[in-house]
């Protein structure tokens, strides 16, 4: 059984840098994705990676200041996030699936952790 645990999120200033964990267990071989979810506003893809950590892709909203990692030894994902802006202020959450490729869409993942609050002052 996968079990997904985030943690990480906090209040930081417009800027600034955060970096989200997600402890997951059962995941070794799993795909792995982070998505968002603002007040109002449907869940929004982030980011994903590969079971191998070769194959990565990023939203646009976040390509060049957001940095998907994960280490296998740790059974952790990683989000560095850079140059945060107060729009990227949500609820983030990690996912996993079965799976050798990158996946987009939150139907496509099995598994979900809890969230973890994310908000940027201005």
């Known amino acids: 059984q996968v079990q997904l645990v985030e943690s990480g999120g906090g209040l930081v200033q417009a800027g600034g840098s955060l970096r989200l964990s997600c402890a997951a267990s059962g995941a070794t071989y799993y795909a792995m994705g982070w998505f968002r979810q603002a007040p109002g506003k449907e869940r929004e893809y982030v980011a994903s990676?590969?079971?191998?950590?070769?194959?990565?892709n990023y939203a646009d909203s976040v390509k060049g200041r957001f940095n998907i990692s994960r280490d296998g030894a740790k059974n952790t994902l990683y989000l560095q996030m850079n140059s945060l802006k107060p729009e990227d202020t949500a609820v983030y959450y990690c996912?996993?699936?079965?799976?050798?490729?990158?996946?987009?869409?939150?139907?496509?993942?099995?598994?979900w952790g809890q969230g973890t609050q994310v908000t940027v002052s201005s």
């Open positions: 990676i590969n079971w191998s950590g070769r194959s990565i």
């Open positions: 996912a996993a699936r079965m799976g050798g490729s990158t996946y987009y869409e939150a139907l496509q993942y099995s598994y």
